[in-house]
C-alpha cells in the first residue's frame, strides 16, 4: 500500500509543473484525497482535496484560481496542475488518503506518499 509522488521540480516564478501520485495496492476509485505542502520551518498546509469521483474539489485561498486538483481512478492517480507559481509556493507536497474531517476544517489522513520538491526561484 503506497502512494508515490513525481512532477516537482525548480521552475521560475510564473512558471508551470504538474504533480503526479500514483497510488498501489489498494481501491484508489474509494478513498477522498488531498494535496499537502510543507514549507522549510513551517507546518503542514493542506492545499487540496477531491472526493473519489471528482465531483467535490476544494481549495485553500492561497492556491485558488493558480492550482487544480484531478484524479485519473483508471490510472489510480491523483493530479496537482500548478500554474503561476510564485516563490511562497517552494515547498515539499505530497498526497493523502483523506479519512476524515471536512474541508475546511481538520482533517485526518491515514496514509501519505515520500512527497516531491518544488522550488520557486523569484
Known amino acids: 500500500v503506497q502512494l508515490v509522488e513525481s512532477g516537482g521540480g525548480t521552475v521560475q516564478s510564473g512558471g508551470s509543473l504538474k504533480l503526479s501520485c500514483v497510488a498501489s495496492?489498494?481501491?484508489?476509485?474509494?478513498?477522498?484525497m488531498t494535496w499537502v505542502r510543507q514549507a522549510p520551518g513551517k507546518g503542514p498546509e493542506w492545499i487540496s482535496g477531491i472526493n473519489t469521483d471528482g465531483g467535490r474539489i476544494y481549495y485553500t485561498d492561497s492556491v485558488k484560481g493558480r492550482f487544480t486538483i484531478s484524479r485519473d481512478n483508471a490510472k489510480n492517480t491523483l493530479y496537482l496542475q500548478m500554474n503561476s507559481l510564485k516563490p511562497d509556493d517552494t515547498a515539499l507536497y505530497y498526497c493523502t488518503r483523506w479519512i476524515g474531517g471536512s474541508w475546511p476544517g481538520l482533517k485526518e489522513y491515514d496514509l501519505r506518499g515520500q512527497g516531491t520538491q518544488v522550488t520557486v526561484s523569484s
Open positions: 495496492e489498494f481501491a484508489f476509485s474509494t478513498y477522498d
